[in-house]
């Protein structure tokens, strides 16, 4: 008897230690309530001091919450799950019968009466060895319940995995293709909760070879490889300082971005150039862009910022994809960085975009708009009738309903070109309707709204005197090789400053375009069996690309969710994962 008693003290004495080495305790295991183990698992139930419980009932006793015991027997640290908390007036202990209770009255002393907490044991981890294993065992009476403050063992109790995404702990890559929604009001830090996330992208070999690709319609993310600045006015600074320190191995700011930038014909009317060209109009809109986006932000923090070099450069294809490559230094003081920018014009050449997919470009058409427009340009195509630009399509659709309306007799509209006036004889062969024409007019000038069509420059030769829309499968497979691997931007924020349209409309005309671009191009490279990256697609502020509804716009929100659900369906077994950012469940499509 007196050898196990004195292998007991030690065990008792050895938990006590650990307890303390690893976290602070905060209860014991009941002696007046088993603790049981049975084929649905295990509880263990303990007591937390008056005196604990009120200065950190939130973390201790809250349900669902977690913390660890340090059973006697084993000396094993085991995480538990709090699953229920139960607190007992001082009357309640003496069990007195109602009747003997007199009239409520204020007694705080009522008050100072241990908390029964109730938790069911996880996963058991020895200090000795560092093995994990299942606890199922019983948990000891008197046994040390503690508030975990190892990270390590935190995250090794609680099962979490030991690489991939930081946030907080790590998310395994593989999670994002099952697709992720990050919830919170403005201000709870969602945007900084995602540049966080895209920043620990580049901590390991598996995670640097993962293209990020961010729909940001506020230009919140093109300062990622800015230095963060912080404000303590309303922290505690040490505590602020400390968790920054902990995180600085597992979050790494990028070095340089690739920006889509996407560009309208009224940023080129504003070029006041002679002889513009797109090599001129390129560096001009680059480093107007870096002049416009990052000095203001050095002004207000006392930095200095320098353009050191502008290059323009082209990659052969079909058609080429062109690209401004900007260095610029950063001076924080006495330190500087150098920076290496990526900026790709985006728009589009209407001759370049199939009838499908200039369609599918605006989800406002009507379903018999859509099905007219499309025999139309079909029949276009196939007869080899040359229309140069979507200016060129709208003025014979304009001529068309003018000469529907006209009388047997009246005189004759404007004479167009033949290519045009093959339109004006094709409406009316088509037997298209008034006032579907009149919806395929209307969308056909929202598109022309957005100034993304057919952008020109004064002096361009034959086809390269517009821009054309880059191949978004280009940009893909040359991420890692001429891109770095850099974070891929879209900065709808340029988009809407330069855009006559609605602004809703057109960041979604150049989202939605670019998802389906990425998700087709993921579906032909399987296809071939070969093999691309994984590719992660941050959507923030959701809600103002699909929201849950919308007065007149319930066929454009089905359009949307259904393209979006099978890009979600499809792409989780193609290493394609989409992050949304948004308020509450409810702004989005559920």
């Given at each position: 008897?007196n050898?196990?008693?004195?292998?007991?003290e030690?065990?008792?004495?050895?938990a006590?230690?650990?307890?303390?080495?690893?976290?602070v305790?905060i209860?014991w295991?009941?002696?007046?309530s088993?603790?049981?183990?049975?084929?649905?698992?295990?509880?263990?139930?303990f007591?937390?001091?008056p005196?604990?419980?009120?200065r950190d009932?939130?973390n201790?006793a809250?349900?669902g919450?977690?913390?660890?015991?340090v059973?006697?027997?084993?000396n094993?640290i085991i995480?538990?799950?709090?699953?229920?908390?139960?607190?007992?007036?001082?009357?309640a202990?003496?069990?007195?019968?109602?009747v003997?209770?007199?009239t409520?009255?204020?007694e705080?002393?009522g008050?100072?009466?241990?908390?029964?907490?109730?938790?069911?044991?996880?996963?058991?981890?020895?200090?000795?060895?560092g093995?994990?294993s299942?606890a199922?065992?019983v948990?000891?009476?008197?046994s040390?319940v503690?508030?975990?403050?190892?990270?390590e063992?935190?995250?090794k109790i609680?099962?979490?995995?030991e690489d991939?995404v930081?946030?907080?702990?790590?998310?395994p890559?593989?999670?994002?293709y099952?697709?992720v929604?990050?919830?919170?009001?403005t201000?709870s830090g969602?945007t900084t909760?995602?540049?966080?996330?895209?920043?620990?992208?580049?901590?390991?070999?598996?995670?640097?070879?993962?293209?990020?690709?961010?729909?940001?319609?506020?230009?919140?993310?093109v300062?990622?490889?800015?230095?963060?600045?912080?404000?303590?006015?309303?922290?505690n600074?040490?505590?602020?300082l400390?968790?920054?320190?902990?995180?600085?191995?597992?979050?790494?700011?990028?070095?340089?971005?690739?920006?889509i930038?996407?560009?309208t014909?009224?940023?080129?009317?504003?070029?006041?150039?002679?002889?513009?060209?797109w090599?001129?109009?390129?560096?001009s809109?680059?480093?107007?862009?870096?002049?416009?986006?990052y000095?203001?932000?050095?002004?207000?923090q006392?930095?200095?910022?320098?353009?050191?070099?502008t290059?323009i450069?082209?990659?052969?294809?079909?058609?080429?994809?062109?690209?401004?490559?900007?260095?610029?230094?950063?001076?924080?003081?006495v330190?500087?960085?150098?920076?290496?920018?990526?900026?790709?014009?985006?728009?589009f050449r209407?001759?370049?975009?199939?009838?499908?997919?200039f369609?599918s470009?605006?989800?406002?058409?009507?379903?018999q708009?859509?099905?007219?427009?499309?025999?139309?340009?079909?029949?276009?195509?196939t007869?080899?009738?040359?229309?140069?630009?979507i200016?060129?399509?709208?003025?014979?659709l304009?001529?068309?309903?003018?000469?529907?309306?006209?009388?047997p007799?009246?005189?004759?509209?404007?004479?167009?070109?033949?290519?045009?006036?093959?339109?004006?004889?094709l409406i009316?062969d088509?037997?298209?309707?008034k006032?579907?024409?009149?919806?395929?007019?209307r969308q056909i000038?929202?598109?022309?709204?957005?100034?993304?069509?057919?952008?020109r420059?004064?002096i361009?030769v034959?086809e390269?005197k517009?821009?054309?829309e880059?191949?978004?499968?280009?940009?893909?497979?040359?991420?890692?090789?001429?891109?770095?691997?850099?974070?891929?931007?879209?900065?709808?924020?340029?988009?809407?400053?330069?855009?006559?349209a609605d602004?809703?409309?057109?960041i979604?005309?150049?989202?939605f375009?670019?998802?389906?671009?990425?998700?087709?191009?993921?579906?032909?490279?399987?296809?071939?069996?070969?093999t691309t990256?994984?590719?992660?697609?941050?959507?923030d502020e959701?809600?103002?690309f699909f929201p849950?509804k919308?007065?007149?716009r319930?066929e454009?929100?089905?359009h949307?969710?259904s393209?979006?659900?099978?890009?979600?369906?499809l792409?989780?077994a193609?290493?394609?994962?989409l992050v949304?950012?948004?308020?509450?469940?409810?702004?989005?499509?559920?």
């Amino acid at each position: 008897m007196n050898e196990i008693l004195k292998f007991l003290e030690e065990k008792i004495e050895k938990a006590y230690e650990i307890a303390k080495k690893y976290g602070v305790i905060i209860g014991w295991v009941s002696r007046t309530s088993p603790s049981n183990i049975s084929e649905e698992g295990g509880l263990v139930i303990f007591d937390v001091e008056p005196a604990i419980y009120f200065r950190d009932f939130i973390n201790i006793a809250s349900a669902g919450s977690y913390l660890a015991v340090v059973d006697i027997k084993t000396n094993h640290i085991i995480s538990l799950r709090i699953v229920s908390v139960e607190r007992r007036d001082v009357l309640a202990e003496l069990d007195l019968p109602d009747v003997y209770v007199g009239t409520p009255s204020k007694e705080a002393s009522g008050l100072l009466t241990r908390t029964r907490v109730k938790a069911k044991p996880l996963l058991a981890y020895d200090p000795e060895n560092g093995e994990v294993s299942i606890a199922n065992y019983v948990v000891e009476p008197q046994s040390p319940v503690i508030k975990l403050e190892n990270r390590e063992v935190i995250q090794k109790i609680l099962g979490l995995p030991e690489d991939g995404v930081f946030l907080g702990f790590y998310l395994p890559l593989k999670t994002f293709y099952q697709h992720v929604i990050v919830l919170g009001t403005t201000g709870s830090g969602k945007t900084t909760l995602l540049k966080n996330m895209i920043s620990s992208f580049g901590v390991n070999e598996e995670l640097n070879k993962t293209t990020i690709l961010v729909m940001d319609p506020n230009r919140d993310y093109v300062t990622l490889p800015l230095r963060p600045t912080w404000d303590f006015s309303t922290l505690n600074r040490e505590l602020e300082l400390k968790m920054i320190n902990n995180i600085n191995d597992r979050i790494n700011r990028p070095r340089g971005l690739t920006i889509i930038l996407p560009i309208t014909r009224y940023v080129l009317e504003n070029i006041k150039e002679d002889n513009l060209n797109w090599a001129r109009a390129l560096k001009s809109i680059a480093e107007d862009y870096i002049y416009s986006t990052y000095y203001s932000i050095a002004e207000r923090q006392s930095w200095n910022i320098e353009i050191e070099d502008t290059k323009i450069s082209e990659e052969p294809g079909n058609p080429p994809l062109r690209y401004v490559e900007l260095n610029i230094k950063v001076k924080y003081g006495v330190e500087k960085e150098s920076y290496e920018l990526y900026i790709i014009p985006y728009g589009f050449r209407f001759t370049d975009v199939s009838p499908r997919e200039f369609i599918s470009l605006n989800p406002y058409f009507t379903r018999q708009a859509k099905d007219s427009l499309s025999r139309l340009l079909n029949y276009l195509r196939t007869r080899n009738a040359y229309i140069e630009t979507i200016y060129d399509l709208y003025d014979a659709l304009r001529e068309a309903r003018y000469r529907l309306h006209e009388k047997p007799g009246s005189p004759r509209g404007v004479v167009l070109d033949p290519n045009k006036e093959y339109i004006v004889e094709l409406i009316k062969d088509l037997a298209i309707h008034k006032s579907t024409l009149e919806n395929i007019l209307r969308q056909i000038g929202s598109l022309i709204d957005t100034g993304l069509f057919d952008i020109r420059v004064p002096i361009g030769v034959g086809e390269d005197k517009y821009l054309h829309e880059p191949r978004i499968e280009d940009i893909m497979e040359n991420h890692h090789r001429i891109f770095k691997g850099y974070p891929i931007i879209v900065d709808l924020e340029y988009l809407q400053e330069h855009s006559f349209a609605d602004p809703e409309k057109v960041i979604s005309i150049t989202a939605f375009r670019i998802l389906n671009k990425v998700f087709e191009w993921k579906l032909t490279r399987t296809r071939q069996r070969r093999t691309t990256q994984p590719v992660i697609i941050l959507i923030d502020e959701a809600h103002r690309f699909f929201p849950s509804k919308g007065g007149g716009r319930e066929e454009y929100i089905e359009h949307v969710s259904s393209m979006i659900d099978r890009i979600a369906r499809l792409g989780r077994a193609r290493r394609l994962g989409l992050v949304f950012s948004t308020h509450s469940p409810k702004d989005v499509h559920e």
